[in-house]
């Protein structure tokens, strides 16, 4: 049977069911970004049946017009841009599946971006970060509870700024990840193996003091909720997933800012992924080095990070060029 015009057919919904499988089966997306693609996709099918069309049917111009109505809409131009790949993606697919002979998507361009840079933090300021977070850890005057919380949040950042982790790998971290960290520095070096975006797993080098906070953590949750410190996460909660959401963790992180008179809008888990990666670059650290602890699949995604490396190339060639006539 065919839906009525305005809504989408069963086969278009089964075609983009079928897509996210395969995203899902083969590259390993995540349930955010499935999430994403399903809204996105769910969007462009009920406009293609507006007009009496789905994925199968869909010439270029009906892709573009359902553009122009993006546009219409005052969406930004990175939403679009995202909207668009997940449409250019999904004709991808089909074409490879041999459900349709051609490409609509193929010639199209997306709308035109600024270069965005990452919002980062100074040293100084995560410094005032992580002072802040260790204030009053062990007063014995605070609540068993507020206590505990300090605890997390301070783990939780002194990991994440060590590390460089995704916030969606640090609060899902297992049990068995602080087993390896302290096994790990007792064998001359503390680190995490991480299970990133595909399936992919690297290894993340820990400082001394996020080994040390993690051990402390630990402890404290022992002490207070030895049944909940027994479940497979590193963080535990009574959140449906298990652990720690990512949404509480943030609230935490923005908390700590005000303490340490840092804009609440400035700071996220990301921008701490951010700093993390821009401080080492500063430092001299190889792009190709922070590819892998960021654990980006291809390095054209750390080159966001290019800005750093213009000044420190910069200040290379004036500080050591035997022509320069600053020296």
């Known amino acids: 049977m065919t839906a009525p015009t305005g809504l989408p057919s069963a086969c278009a919904r089964r075609t983009v069911a079928d897509f996210l499988d395969m995203l899902a089966a083969e590259r390993g997306a995540s349930k955010n970004t499935l999430d994403a693609y399903g809204r996105d996709l769910g969007d462009y099918i009920a406009a293609l049946a507006a007009k009496g069309r789905d994925p199968l049917t869909a010439t270029t111009q009906d892709i573009r017009d359902h553009l122009a109505s993006l546009a219409d809409a005052a969406l930004k131009p990175s939403s679009t841009a995202r909207k668009l790949s997940a449409i250019r993606q999904l004709h991808r697919f089909l074409a490879a599946e041999e459900q349709r002979a051609d490409n609509p998507a193929v010639l199209l361009e997306g ?35 507020e206590r505990l919380r300090a605890r997390r949040a301070a783990c939780l950042l002194e990991v994440l700024y060590a590390a460089g982790l995704r916030v ?26 991480i299970k990133g ?24 949750l022992v002490e207070l909720h030895p049944a909940l410190a027994a479940q497979k996460w590193l963080f535990p909660s009574d959140a449906e997933s298990g652990h720690l959401t990512r949404q509480a963790f943030a609230r935490d992180l923005k908390d700590l800012a005000a303490a340490a008179g840092i804009s609440r809008s400035r700071v996220s888990p990301h921008v701490l ?4 990666a821009s401080h080492l670059l500063q430092n001299g650290a190889d792009l190709r080095i922070v590819q892998e602890l960021l654990g ?30 600053e020296q």
């Open 111 to 145: 709308p035109r971006q600024g270069r965005r840079l990452p919002k980062i933090l100074s040293v100084a300021e995560v410094d005032a970060l992580l002072r802040v977070a260790r204030e009053g850890l062990d007063d014995p005057a605070r609540p068993a509870g």
């Open 168 to 193: 969606s790998e640090l609060v899902s971290l297992p049990l068995s990840a602080a087993r390896m960290a302290e096994k790990t520095l007792e064998q001359g070096g503390g680190f995490l193996v």
């Open 197 to 220: 975006k595909g399936g992919r797993e690297r290894l993340a080098p820990l400082t001394g003091p996020a080994c040390e906070a993690l051990k402390t953590y630990r402890r404290v």
């Open 273 to 276: 992924r951010h700093a993390f």
């Open 296 to 325: 980006h699949a291809d390095i054209a995604t750390t080159q966001i990070y290019t800005h750093v490396l213009d000044e420190r190339l910069k200040a290379m060639v004036r500080d050591l060029h035997p022509m320069n006539d």
